[in-house]
C-alpha cells in the first residue's frame, strides 16, 4: 500500500508538470488469470483502497487486468483530443514464482515478495511523440531542447554573442548562437518557426551597454535587460515550470 501511494503521487506529479490532468482506471481480473484467487482479491481491494486515499477520480475496467496481476491505468486526453493511455501501476504474481524469488521478513521467515510494474509514461518513444504532437512543437521552456537562441546582427556581434552563450550555459541554461551570414529578420523567421522559446538580439547598443534585446516566440518584445537579470528571469521560470 506505501509503494502504490507513492506510485500514485509519482504519475499525478510527472502529468500535471505537463499540463496533464490524469484519469484513472482500476483494471481486475480477467476470466483467464494464474495465481491464488483470494489473491487477486486482496491486492485488487489494496489497489482501490491507495486509489481512494490518494483521492482521485477511477473507474472501474472489469476484467481488464493481465493474466498475472491487477493494475492501475492512467488514461490522459491531448491537445488534440486523443486519449492516450500511458502510465501503469501493475502488480505480478507470476514473475516472483517463476525467478523463485524470496526475502527474509523480521521473524525470520522466507516470504515471496509481488512485483510492482511501474510505468511511469510507457514506451519512451511513444511518449515523447505524442507530446511533441500536444505541444505542437511548442514546449514550456523548461522541456524546450533550445531555451534561447542569441542572434548576432552583424559578424563583428558574434563574439559577444559568443561571451553571452557561455554565460547561460554556466547557468545551466540551453542555448545556441545563430552566426549564419544572414539577415537578422530572416534568422528571427527560422527560429520563431522551430518554436524557441525566447530570442535575444546583440547589436552595437547591446554590446556598448552589455545588455541583450529579448523576445518570445510569439513576437512579444521584452525590451533590453541585463545578462544577470535574463539570467535570473530564465531559471525562475524553469524552475517553475511554468
Keep these: 500500500m506505501e509503494e502504490i501511494h507513492k506510485l500514485l503521487a509519482l504519475v499525478m506529479d510527472f502529468y500535471t508538470s505537463l499540463g496533464f490532468k490524469p484519469r484513472f482506471y482500476l483494471a481486475t481480473r480477467p476470466d483467464k488469470a494464474m495465481g491464488d484467487p483470494e489473491m487477486w482479491k486482496m491486492a485488487e481491494r489494496n489497489l482501490e483502497e491507495a486509489l481512494k486515499q490518494t483521492k482521485v477520480t477511477y473507474e472501474i475496467k472489469e476484467k481488464d487486468g493481465a493474466f498475472y496481476g491487477p493494475k492501475i491505468d492512467s488514461h490522459i486526453e491531448d491537445s488534440q483530443g486523443r486519449d492516450w493511455q500511458l502510465a501503469t501501476i501493475q502488480l505480478d504474481f507470476?514473475?516472483?514464482?517463476?525467478?523463485?524469488?524470496?526475502?527474509?521478513?523480521?521473524?525470520?521467515?522466507?516470504?515471496?515478495?509481488?512485483?510492482?510494474?511501474?510505468?511511469?509514461?510507457?514506451?519512451?518513444?511513444?511518449?515523447?511523440?505524442?507530446?511533441?504532437?500536444?505541444f505542437q512543437g511548442a514546449f514550456p521552456l523548461w522541456l524546450a531542447p533550445v531555451q534561447i537562441a542569441i542572434i548576432p546582427i552583424a559578424e563583428r556581434h558574434n563574439a559577444a554573442a559568443q561571451e553571452v552563450a557561455a554565460k547561460l550555459k554556466d547557468a545551466g541554461i540551453r542555448v545556441e548562437v545563430d552566426d549564419r551570414n544572414e539577415r537578422m529578420q530572416a534568422k528571427i523567421r527560422d527560429l520563431t518557426l522551430q518554436?524557441?522559446?525566447?530570442?535575444?538580439?546583440?547589436?552595437?547598443?547591446?554590446?556598448?551597454?552589455?545588455?541583450?534585446?529579448?523576445?518570445?516566440r510569439s513576437g512579444q518584445d521584452l525590451m533590453a535587460m541585463s545578462i544577470e537579470d535574463l539570467v535570473r528571469k530564465l531559471k525562475d521560470e524553469i524552475e517553475s515550470k511554468a
Excluded: A, C
Design 195 to 216: 518554436k524557441v522559446p525566447y530570442l535575444g538580439i546583440i547589436g552595437n547598443k547591446e554590446v556598448d551597454n552589455q545588455t541583450i534585446s529579448v523576445r518570445t
Design 94 to 134: 507470476m514473475m516472483p514464482e517463476r525467478l523463485e524469488l524470496e526475502y527474509i521478513d523480521s521473524k525470520g521467515q522466507q516470504v515471496r515478495p509481488v512485483m510492482i510494474h511501474r510505468g511511469i509514461f510507457g514506451s519512451v518513444e511513444r511518449f515523447i511523440g505524442m507530446l511533441i504532437e500536444h
